[in-house]
Structures are given as C-alpha cells and as structure tokens.
C-alpha cells in the first residue's frame, strides 16, 4: 500500500560495525534533503525479536572468529558455492532461516516501506523475499559497503550500488545488470566530510603531545586480528612516539595496555581507549593509522589525510579493500610483519616527507565527495 509520503526503510544490522555506519550515512543523507515526501524509517530489524538476535549475535561471533583466524572466513565464502552461486543463500534462508525468515517478512509487512535500502547480503535477500512474496510496488536498493562482490550478494534487487570500478566488474561478473547498478563514491558519515578542525587542534582536544609522531593503531569495533602483536611490536620503535591504541568492545585488551602503559620505555607515550564514538578525531589526530584491513576504517583514515598501514585481512572482501586502498588508490601500505611496521615507522619519524604521497591519494579521495548524497538524490526520485 502507497501512503501519502515515500516511506523509506533504512535496515540495520551489526556483522561488523561498517554495516551500521554505512547504513547510519545514507539515512543520514536522505534526511539531511528535507523532503517532505520522505519519510525515514530507521530499523534494527535484528535486535525486535528474541530468534533474529540469535542469528545477529552468530554474526558478530562469525566476524571475532575471522578477525581472529583468517581461514574461517575463507572457508565461509568457498561454501557459498556449494549448489550454485546464487541458490546457495536460498537454501542456507529455507532451511536453517526458516522461522527467522517468516518472522523478518511479517516485520516489514507491518511497516509497509516503499523502499528498503540495506547494506548487507541477508536483509538485502529477505527484502527481495517480502517485494515477491509481500507488495510488489516495493523497491529494494542495496548498497555493498565493501569493495567487492560475493556469492551471496542478491541479484534480484531493482538498484544495486557499489563504490569502486573493481566491485562495479565483480558485480557484472555475479551477473548483475548494467541497469541494475550504480556506482557513486565511498559512502560516509557527514561528520567526517565536515571536519575541518587541524591535527593539532584534536590533540589538544586529547591532551596528545603536539611534538610527537602519532600512530594510531585500530582493529575493528571488536578489537581482535593481532592487535595485541602489533601495539607490542610498536613499543620497540626506537624514537619518540605517542601510540593510540583502539581496544573496541576487547575490555580484555583494553585493561592489559593500562596495565603495562607505565612499564613501557620512556619514549613511548602509550594511550589506550575502549570504544570512541567519533574516533575519527583521533584519526585526524595522527599522523599514521595501523589498522587491519576494514574498508571503512581505511576509508576513514583517507578522508582525514591520515596515510594508512594494514597489518591484517580478515577475510578475501578485507584483501580485496586492502589492495584497492594500498595498491591502487595508494593511500598506504600492506606489511606482513610486524618488525616491517617499526622499521616503516623508524623511517616515518626521522623523514616524515615519506609520507606525502599518500596524503595526496588520500586527498583525492576525499575531492570525490560522499556517496552518501548522490544515494539520497537517487532514492529522492526513485519510484
């Protein structure tokens, strides 16, 4: 059924905390028009019922396994082509889904969208379900957070919006259309785009040296995939540095690096923090980010001309970012080894110049704009 206004239903999922943010920036966008055609719906479809959290609460397990051993997520993904390509998500959905998936349809029935935009493979998929099954006036946009297309990415939806040239290809090689597909830049919060704030003004907002090399050291919302090896590996650097380190949710490391910040050697100023709502700041505050290989966390770092070092892939999507932003864009470097980080750093803190060329990368990223907008110009038209 048609209403009055355009209702818009941005679905919300935590597998990882890029679906949110992604998600959070594309509602963002669409409310930021002021259409009063539009109505918004923000939904944390998983978390309404007892039986989708259980399924929400195996995702968030899946994604701490695979930070923390590599081959778990790359077994996940070869078994999405067991049965075909595209019929192995149907089948996972009508058998081990099945009573979540009656449930997640009835939901959205209450809600009666006209278009439903989601940002991850399973809510994309069951959005497809309710249009067949449900209302077929709806539409079902999709945006894939990632820099590459899997298996289990629906070809079934009416728009499918990717953010690069490498996962616009992917994506016409998993046999989505050229009708099907839009691409627009990286997709990001507003926040981010309109920092304009100086590296030495969020150090004195932190109360970080003014005079120190700045390494921020981050590893996903979670915390995990050898963060512990690398901020370990960084109190060997041999000049002065000051070393911020995001534990995430990992209270376990959070409480370790308080534990040892005053055993460290004198030179190293060590600053461990749980979660941070905006660490983007202290991003900006840095002068270089180790992290793993999160598309947003590496897309963040660019869009605050903060060149980037990647310590870990979690999974062949996190590679495959890991390669756009390195080799391609050129916003930083991929180390195997830790001791390749201190030496990379060493080398940072005595000719700082060295890092130049990624600040420009980084800057051309950040002259390509928000995608965030152009899907909400998209969905302002979209009937």
Known sequence: MTTQKKRVLVTYIEAGFGHITTANSIADAIEALHDPNIEVIRKYTFKDDPHLHKIEKSFVRD????????????????????????????????????????????????????????????????????????????????????????????????????????????????????QQLMIVPFVTRKEIMEVSESKAFYRTKYDLPQDRFTVMVAAGGYGKSGMNRVVDALMHVKHPITVIAICGTNKRLFKRLQRIKKQVAPHIDLRPYEFVDKVYELNRASDVLITKGGPNAMLDSALMGVPVGVFYCASDIEYQSMHLFTSILNCGRFFKRSHRIVRWINECVTNPAILDIYKEAAQEVRDKGNGAVQIAKFIQTYE
């Open 63 to 178: 994604v701490k396994w695979a930070n923390t051993f590599p081959w778990h997520n790359y077994i996940q993904m070869a078994a999405t082509h067991i049965g075909g390509v595209h019929d192995s998500l149907p089948f996972v959905v009508s058998t081990f889904y099945r009573s979540a998936r009656k449930i997640y349809l009835d939901m959205l029935a209450e809600i009666q969208p006209d278009i439903i935009i989601d940002t991850h493979y399973l809510t994309s998929f069951l959005a497809t379900q309710y249009r067949d099954e449900y209302d077929s006036h709806v539409k079902v946009v999709t945006y894939d957070p990632d820099n590459s297309v899997h298996n289990w990415w629906n070809i079934r939806v009416d728009k499918f919006i990717v953010n690069c040239r490498l996962a616009f290809h992917d994506a016409l090689e998993h046999d989505f259309t050229r």
